[in-house]
């Protein structure tokens, strides 16, 4: 993803976290953004890892 | 309004018949109208139909708002399923797959646990049909291992139903408390149909070697049937808050690691049916409605990823990711179809998944449990990883665009268009019109989907969810591989060791057979029986003798 996208991106994100706050919501503004980023990330990270220890060749079990 | 004495479900099942039978634009016409049939007789009928069978009252037909929503929603798919595979499907498919739509139709229309097994069976079987239609060395292999994890179920099953109804004297399907371990067996039936662990592997095992319009039927019926039986008999069992959080994670990360793109999907289901069994766990009024709800978008939308994935199979021959990609330009329909079912089970706003999911977490969040709600929350933004991006970007982008197999491919035929824009239109319809759809669900729903706080909230979540993706899209690229999982106990260890224990007691049996018969004279057809063979003194002495202590002893036993 390129520069320009990403401006367009942050932009859209600042906006909706600008929202979230004049709508009140009971978690800080930017909870969900982040949220998400971090689970995202961790989630494929765990997946990378026991994909180490799991992953085989397609064809393992071709009897 | 009318009174009809038997399970509307029956119409699939014997129709079945008429499918085996006809042929041609005969068929074809049948197998679209069965399941519309159905769906009339379901929402015309005024009451159930109970019986007596064998000592206990059973009720083979029994009207319950949870029951219709589920079987609306089957008949609904069959429909679908039926546009979808009638074209290519073969005969033995498409008489299973009717078979298979009306089973799943009767288990939710059931209101005994008798009639529940049998329709229970009656689905492993045709699934088992399905799974063999496939056609190919890999799908009766999977056929096999299907059918046997789907025996142990059935056998679970029947194990619990006979004790506990016989004990009971009650065969009424009703809520069951775990106090015994009969319970726990239709426990472990229900759970092993709906992908629980340790047995969750079958699904992306056997779901992707069956025909494109196979896996269609096949993604939609068992599980959630699963679902069904769960939320009637075991709603508020707190073990199944665990079980589900296992399921929910299991599907995202396999499916972050798989290659197969039906089999990405396959993961796919464990996790959405996490989501229903932690709904079922948490068994108040909102959650049990939450899972009902989520059982029947899911059903729609998996179906329309299915089909998206059935018609990629289907015109361009390849299923691996690491084939694929840059279909986009000339599978228009299938892609834009494809990508909404993505935004539906991502629960992207103003489809139907949005609508479903959100009871859930509200659900989670009424009921107090802080922590499960961000286990959730946690799991949405993986099912937008794994389903919501990662499928669609890999099949249909990914940046190859200009690859021959991008250039040479055409559109999916014309009724797996139109089964697929159906299924658009569903979840579009359900994204837009909430309450219509709330008014199904079994207990009444008090609760507002968009609203500008929750629609905001989520659109972050997705959005930054994205983000990520195609942050860490250079660590995710495809690669060759499958993932290992618990049915290599097994696939491996447990039949290497049956064939060593079988080698060595053949080995020994010929020992003896050599020892006890030298001129291989038993094993031998009666036409090669050597000329002296009645005139070899041991044999014939070892029978004459053996009939002789056997008749003497038998006038001893009778005379004293």
Known sequence: ?63 | MIDITFSPALVMVLGAALLWVTSGTLRKTIALFLPLLTLVLIHTASSGYSTVFMGYAVEPFHLSALGKLFASTFALMAFGGMLYAMNQASRNEMTACALYAGSAIGVSLCGDFITLFVFWELMAIASTVIVLSGNTDAAYRAAMRYGIVHILSGTLLLLGIVATVASTGDASLRALSLDSPYVWAILAGFLINAGAPPLSAWIADAYPEASPSGTVFLCAFTTKAAVFALLSVFAGTEILIAVGLYMIFYGIIYALLENDMRRILAYSIVNQVGFMVVACGIGTTLAINAAAAHASVHIIYKGLLMMSAGSVLLMTGKRKCSDLGGLYSSMKVTALCGMVGAAAISAVPLTSGFVAKSLINASAQEAGMTWLWIALLVGAAGVFLHAGIKFPWFVFFNGKQDQPLAKTTIEAPPNMQLAMLLLVFICILIGLFPAAFYALLPYPVDYQPYTLLHVIEQSQLLILSAVAFFMMLPWLQRTVTISLDLDWFYRIPIPHLANNISALIAKQYHKCAQCADPLSLLSRHWSQLPRSAFASVPLSALLATTFAVSIALLLFIYYI
């Open chain 1, 1 to 63: 993803m390129n520069k320009e996208r990403y401006k367009l991106v942050a932009l859209l994100v600042a906006t909706l976290v600008g929202i979230e706050y004049l709508g009140g919501s009971h978690l800080h503004p930017g909870f969900f953004a982040w949220f998400g980023f971090a689970s995202c990330v961790i989630l494929v990270i765990v997946a990378l890892l026991l994909g180490k220890v799991i992953k085989r060749k397609d064809s393992y079990y071709h009897d």
